[in-house]
């Protein structure tokens, strides 16, 4: 029997959001749970929303009884600050996920979908593409956790039989994404350009990465929930890398002006190569990336433009 009820826990943010949209979209009934509603422009007509913290178990718990299937895209913390509150990370992340699988198991949800990280999980690879057997060293809390997470969901699955899938997710963008997170290059350089702001690199510009349009990351989520094959764990991403100083170039083929660059000292964080193999999910799932780098660029600026610029802060962004 086809699933067609879903509840998105952080619905309301970036992936979520376009998730929502795009199930209700293809017929599914949707729910969103997150801390707080989004504004009324950023709405979707066919999502129900809740806004409640994610510790109000009662709340939680009633929606996850009314769905079949509970897509987990909630986060506590960016990367880039995980570091600096651990311990609020293991309690919002990795509590939250397994609290989130106990009420599935108590009300029978026949498929839980785990946003993971395929930018941070694997740390430091030695080899590319990254496939999903490479090694997982992580370099910041927040791809901890991630990992943490997936050996839970992998416990309850052995203990309970739930069913499930990961996605390790490259680094998303497209129309939705705000400069001002903390993630989100590609959003904060365009922005940077529309704004007169300086935009801050950390390193050389050489950081290699693997950038995916939000609309087909949405498309990835749903392929897997259909999937009925052995395999887990799915990197999503277009398959290739693109340097920070490559992804300007992009960008600046489509922009009226372009923002000062200033060059700062690299991060300790940060990784110098990550790009992933997305073989597996094309020849499980059937899926692939449909949107180009530059096609995304285009998507993302026109949003930007049209929705965002007026009510942006002006301010210095960051790569």
């Not at 939680?60 to 509150?85: G, H, K, T, Y």
């Not at 949800?109 to 999980?121: D, E, L, M």
């Not at 200033?262 to 073989?279: A, E, P, Q």
Request: proline letters at 4%; charged letters at 20%; one cysteine or more.
């Amino acid at each position: 029997m086809a699933l067609s009820k879903a509840l998105v826990v952080g619905g309301t943010g970036f992936l979520g959001r376009a998730l929502c949209i795009h199930l209700s979209q293809r017929g599914w009934t949707v729910s969103s749970y997150s801390r707080r509603l989004p504004e009324k422009v950023d709405q979707y007509p066919g999502v129900h929303y809740v806004a409640a913290c994610e510790t109000e178990n009662e709340a939680l718990e009633d929606e996850i009884s009314r769905n079949e299937v509970v897509f987990n895209l909630a986060n506590a913390n960016i990367p880039a600050l995980s570091n600096n509150e651990i311990m609020e990370d293991i309690n919002r992340t990795v509590g939250l996920n397994i609290r989130l699988m106990q009420m599935c198991i108590r009300h029978n949800i026949r498929n839980y979908i785990f946003a993971s990280s395929g930018g941070t999980v694997y740390g430091s690879a030695q080899s590319f593409p990254i496939s999903e057997e490479s090694q997982t060293n992580p370099l910041v809390a927040y791809g901890i956790n991630k990992l943490v997470c997936e050996k839970y969901i992998s416990l309850f699955h052995h203990n309970y039989g739930l069913k499930y899938s990961i996605l390790r997710i490259a680094n998303p963008f497209g129309p939705g994404q705000s400069p001002f997170t903390g993630q989100g290059i590609i959003a904060k350089y365009l922005y940077a350009s529309i704004s007169g702001n300086e935009f801050v690199i950390f390193g050389d510009g050489s950081s290699t990465r693997d950038y995916i349009y939000v609309d087909d990351v949405s498309r990835a989520f749903e392929c897997v929930v259909k999937y009925e094959g052995p395999h887990k764990i799915f990197n999503v991403g277009r398959g290739h890398g693109f340097t920070i100083n490559e992804l300007m170039d992009c960008a600046n083929n489509i922009l009226d002006r372009r923002p000062a660059i200033k060059y700062v000292g690299h991060r300790t964080i940060d990784v110098g190569k990550n790009y992933l193999d997305i073989s597996l999910i094309g020849r499980e799932c059937a899926w692939e990336p449909l949107h180009s780098i530059e096609e995304g660029l285009a998507k993302t600026l026109e949003w930007m433009q049209h929705r965002h610029f007026m009510t942006f802060p002006p301010n210095a962004i960051q790569a």
